[in-house]
Nanobody
Framework: QVQLVESGGGLVQAGGSLRLSCAAS????????MGWFRQAPGKAREFVAA????????YYEDSVRGRFAISRDNAKNTVSLEMNNLKPEDTAVYYC?????????????WGQGTQVTVSS
């Protein structure tokens, strides 16, 4: 079955960096757009970043553009999210997701999430 497993979350001070990774199994990542989403306590899940199947186009939520970078390695079936200059408002559970359709469409598969906590 399809599995997406995130790793790399943790506690970091404001201004610090983290790199999240998502390992996919049970699917060929070549056929999927990939995205990162996050959900803070008491808030709805929100889009963070996405990348097309080929990796040629990337998309970011306005508040993370310039600080976060999404990348993929289809040969290794992995997707990463490099997060720099982290802010307390970036604190959330971060989820990796796969989408066989449009990169900004509805996502089909989700990981279990990894906690990112940014202290001020």
């Amino acid at each position: 079955q399809v599995q997406l497993v995130e790793s790399g979350g943790g506690l970091v001070q404001a201004g610090g960096s983290l790199r999240l990774s998502c390992a996919a199994s049970g699917l060929n990542l070549d056929n999927y757009a990939m995205g990162w989403f996050r959900q803070a306590p008491g808030k709805a899940r929100e889009f963070v970043a996405a990348i097309r199947r080929s990796g040629g186009n990337v998309y970011y939520e306005d508040s993370v553009r310039g600080r976060f970078a999404i990348s993929r390695d289809n040969a290794k079936n992995t997707v990463s999210l490099e997060m720099n200059n982290l802010k307390p408002e970036d604190t959330a559970v971060y989820y990796c997701a796969a989408n066989r359709g449009p990169v900004l469409g509805t996502y089909d598969y989700w990981g279990q999430g990894t906690q990112v906590t940014v202290s001020s």
